[in-house]
């Protein structure tokens, strides 16, 4: 459907209107992987499908890095 994801202990200090007119755009995960803490996407972006589809694939079994890192 896209749209705007937030994590619930994520501060706006700013309106987030401008996320509505990109196809993708999240901060990268440290030191690798997809930081879920925030995300927006078109809808029906092919990336974001892409990332579900091979997460398992992608897993690295990395139990002690931070949770957000995908």
Same mark, same amino acid.
């Given at each position: 459907?896209?749209?705007?994801?937030?994590?619930?202990?994520?501060?706006?200090?700013?309106?987030?209107?401008?996320?509505?007119? =990109? $196809?993708? *755009?999240?901060?990268?995960? +440290?030191?690798?992987g997809?930081?879920? !803490?925030?995300?927006?996407?078109?809808?029906?972006?092919?990336?974001?499908?892409?990332? =579900? $589809?091979? *997460?398992?694939?992608?897993? +690295?079994?990395?139990?002690s890095?931070? !949770?957000?890192?995908?």
């Amino acid at each position: 459907m896209g749209g705007i994801y937030l994590d619930l202990d994520m501060k706006c200090l700013k309106p987030l209107d401008f996320f509505l007119t =990109v $196809d993708w *755009i999240s901060p990268p995960g +440290l030191p690798v992987g997809l930081n879920n !803490a925030f995300m927006a996407a078109a809808p029906g972006h092919p990336f974001l499908k892409h990332a =579900v $589809d091979n *997460i398992k694939r992608f897993d +690295l079994k990395w139990i002690s890095l931070y !949770a957000t890192n995908m």
